[in-house]
């Protein structure tokens, strides 16, 4: 055989041989640990998220502390939000808003959002493999292919030397 025809064989013999392989060692590899790994990650991102919002309401509280210790007068206007009282000014109308009024609109506001669908945290591709038919089937395919890739692309004859 010449040379082209050999380095041919051989782009053949390395192309599906390491299909096969890669198809064998990924079946291999998908393990429900993955999926539990995935998980874990994507649980411990909305911890984070949660921790950051609870960081942010202790710095927005603390910075309610400093101001209220700064300026007393501002404790007076925090009274009537928090704790529904009703304003003293003279010569002033207050608009009236009750808890039924103010949750009627925040129910409005919240309805009209479209809800976000969390994410499936597992890949797409990964979910597929980890079902145990695909696997083995998988699997079985990537050792075919090796054994086709060796009968076909093997070693290749070479004609007896005349003695």
Known sequence: MTKLALTIRFLFFLVFFLAGAAAIVVSILARPELEDYYKNRAMLA?????????TQLTEQYAARVKLIEAEPNILHRFSVTTFGQKPTAPDTV???????????????????????KPADPIPTPLARILEPKIRKALFATGCGLVLITFIFFGTTRTKPEPQ
């Open 46 to 54: 909305q911890i984070q998220v949660q921790n950051d919002k609870i």
């Open 94 to 116: 207050f608009p009236e808003a009750n808890h039924a009024v103010l949750r009627a609109e925040a129910d409005k506001i919240l309805k009209a959002e479209p809800e976000a």
